[in-house]
């Protein structure tokens, strides 16, 4: 079994900053992209940023330049920085990992339960 536990979220003002955290454990053979989805109230999940094994990464035009994703693979963990925070980034933050679980099973998504982010003065 699979668990993603996020962490990091929070009240903050706008322009502040925070940092998310996200871990995977359990039965993992190999973890390829990992990433940041949010989903504000009445809006679709939308991707945030992501970044694949090999270290590149790709971002939402509306944080380009304000939040920075990075992994530390030895410890199946994802990070968001967070700067420049402003209202319309509040929602709750959900982490993604596309993995595998034995060397003989497809990639499969899996999903963290999510954490707050809200950005209010």
């Known amino acids: 079994q699979v668990q993603l536990v996020e962490s990091g979220g929070g009240l903050v003002q706008p322009g502040g900053s925070l940092r998310l955290s996200c871990k995977a454990s359990?039965?993992?053979?190999?973890?390829?992209?990992m990433g940041w989805y949010r989903q504000a109230p009445g809006k679709q999940r939308e991707l945030v940023a992501q970044?694949?094994?090999?270290?590149?990464?790709k971002y939402a035009d509306s944080v380009k330049g304000r939040f920075t994703i990075s992994r530390d693979s030895a410890k199946s963990a994802v990070y968001l920085q967070m700067n420049s925070l402003n209202p319309e980034d509040t929602a709750p933050y959900y982490c993604?990992?596309?993995?595998?679980?034995?060397?003989?099973?497809?990639?499969?998504?899996?999903w963290g339960q999510g954490t707050q982010v809200t950005v209010s003065s």
């Open positions: 993604n990992a596309a993995l595998q679980t034995t060397w003989v099973t497809p990639l499969r998504n899996y």
């Open positions: 970044i694949t094994s090999g270290g590149r990464t």
């Open positions: 359990g039965s993992i053979f190999r973890i390829n992209d």
